[in-house]
């Protein structure tokens, strides 16, 4: 009896006093630039949310693998495809073309050196990939109606001229003007409406809508919010308890005991820690709050599996450490 309180007490302190999940800085930093051109776009460029895509995760021709395009921008002149970078320090194109160096430097020290593929190749990959997927749906539409660019938000990293020449990389200094370009005076959007696309080279309002439709359809990442900060993206796999259909869910909220003597005076009692999950609708918002699909309780050491962006096996990370799931659509 003695030994079965005292274990029930070791788990009212593990559940109560959880590990603390600090937040990737640089993660932290690459998602906070993302936030921030999107917000760009659609203040200071004032182009509608119905046509900026965040994060898509578009299969390619064998739909073995799918890749991330961070922000998708749907407009009358074409698709861009952005790939956004918040990098600091001396950046410089190789030799070879296939790679940036990056140099930090403190005073006259160089602190570090590494080197990354060029994302310009990476991002010009995805476009074409996104091409041929709408091609797939019957959306054909040319090459020069794609615009794949590398945005660099970091305003403190300094540029080689190869890179800053580079039209297909927009920086710090090109940035007004590359938000100013989506804005059209109404007398030209009152021309592009009477002139056929055959004419104009733009796209066609069905094939606007067309495009929209199909990119709304390409799937996003599931986002795992651990205890202390972290967010993890990849696909959500659950457990057997936690079995829903994502177009009726939106998001799994875990709530905690975190009170050591409530979860200690419990353990003493008999029993042992849970964790309460709320399952909340799709779509749900209303007037007297979001709608709940169920309430399911789970021990607070059950596994939920969860494989993590990048990564070839599935993690097992305990309902306890968890704050929130949402699920892409």
């Keep these: 009896m003695i030994s079965g309180i005292t274990n029930r007490l070791l788990q009212a302190q593990q559940a109560s006093v959880p590990p603390n ?35 898509l995760r578009v299969p390619d021709n064998f739909q073995t693998q799918r890749h991330e395009i961070d922000l998708v921008v749907v407009t009358g002149d074409g698709i861009y ?4 970078k918040n990098i600091g320090g001396q950046i410089t194109l190789c030799v ?14 160089t602190t570090s050196v590494s080197q990354f593929p060029n994302p310009v190749h990476g991002i010009r990959n995805k476009a074409h990939i996104l091409r ?20 660099l938000m970091n305003n403190k990293c300094q540029i080689d001229d190869l890179i800053e020449n580079d039209h297909y990389v ?48 390409i799937g996003t990442w599931d986002i795992v919010e651990l205890h202390g900060g972290r ?12 079995n829903c259909e994502r177009s009726d869910v939106e998001k799994l909220v ?23 999950v709320t399952l909340y609708k799709r779509d749900g918002s209303g007037w007297f709050g979001h709608t709940v699909v169920a309430n399911v309780v789970l021990p607070y050491n059950k596994d ?23 699920l892409s659509k």
């Design 254 to 276: 875990f709530n905690h005991q975190r009170n050591t003597a409530m979860t200690s005076l419990w353990a003493v009692a008999g029993w042992a820690p849970t964790v309460n």
């Design 170 to 217: 927009i920086t710090q200094k090109r940035l007004p003007e590359f938000l100013n370009s989506f804005r059209r005076p109404f007398s030209t959007v009152i021309l592009d409406s009477v002139t056929p696309s055959f004419l104009s080279a733009k796209l066609s309002y069905s094939q606007l809508d067309q495009s929209r439709n199909a990119l709304n359809q």
């Design 81 to 84: 495809c952005i790939e956004v």
């Design 21 to 55: 999940h600090a937040d990737n800085e640089a993660e932290k930093a690459g998602r906070e630039a993302e936030n921030e051109l999107e917000k760009l776009l659609l203040t200071k460029a004032c182009l509608p949310s119905r046509d900026v895509f965040r994060r």
């Design 132 to 151: 041929n997927h709408l091609g797939r749906a019957g959306i054909c539409l040319r090459e020069k109606n794609f615009f794949p660019l590398v945005v």
């Design 231 to 242: 967010l993890l993206t990849g696909d959500f796999k659950g457990c057997a308890e936690l």
């Design 96 to 109: 070879d073309d296939k790679f940036w160096e990056r140099r930090r430097i403190n005073g006259k020290v």
């Design 304 to 326: 939920i599996g969860f494989q993590i962006a990048g990564e070839s096996m599935v993690s097992k990370i305990p309902a306890n450490d968890i704050r929130l799931i949402a």
